[in-house]
């Protein structure tokens, strides 16, 4: 028995070509990437991007929100994902109502 292609509303994964693979599927996810505390002091120090998924970096921006070192707990990541579903939702109904404004 096959899974259906969106098994869930939205994902955590950590930086990488998982959060790319999430995009090219169209699914809405928040990068958490936690680190030791000597680890997240080498990485502030020598870190020459703002951001750690791969496509906030190909573009720059903060396209995909991100909960990186101390700021990655549960509650963070929570209130991100909540926000992201959100914010799919609103875009979704924003792309209905434009097809039916269209229609008329």
């Not at 955590?12 to 680190?35: D, N």
Request: glycine share 2%.
């Amino acid at each position: 028995m096959m899974l259906p292609a969106y098994a869930s509303k939205a994902a955590i994964a950590t930086s990488g070509t998982a959060v790319m693979e999430l995009q090219l599927a169209r699914l809405p996810c928040v990068v958490g990437y936690r680190a030791h505390i000597l680890t997240e002091w080498f990485i502030r120090l020598r870190a020459k991007s703002k951001y750690m998924s791969l496509p906030n970096i190909l573009l720059d921006s903060a396209v995909i929100p991100e909960a990186l070192l101390s700021n990655c707990t549960a509650d963070r990541l929570s209130m991100l994902l909540k926000y992201e579903e959100l914010a799919i939702s609103q875009a979704s109904l924003e792309l209905k109502a434009y097809e039916t404004v269209s229609n008329l």
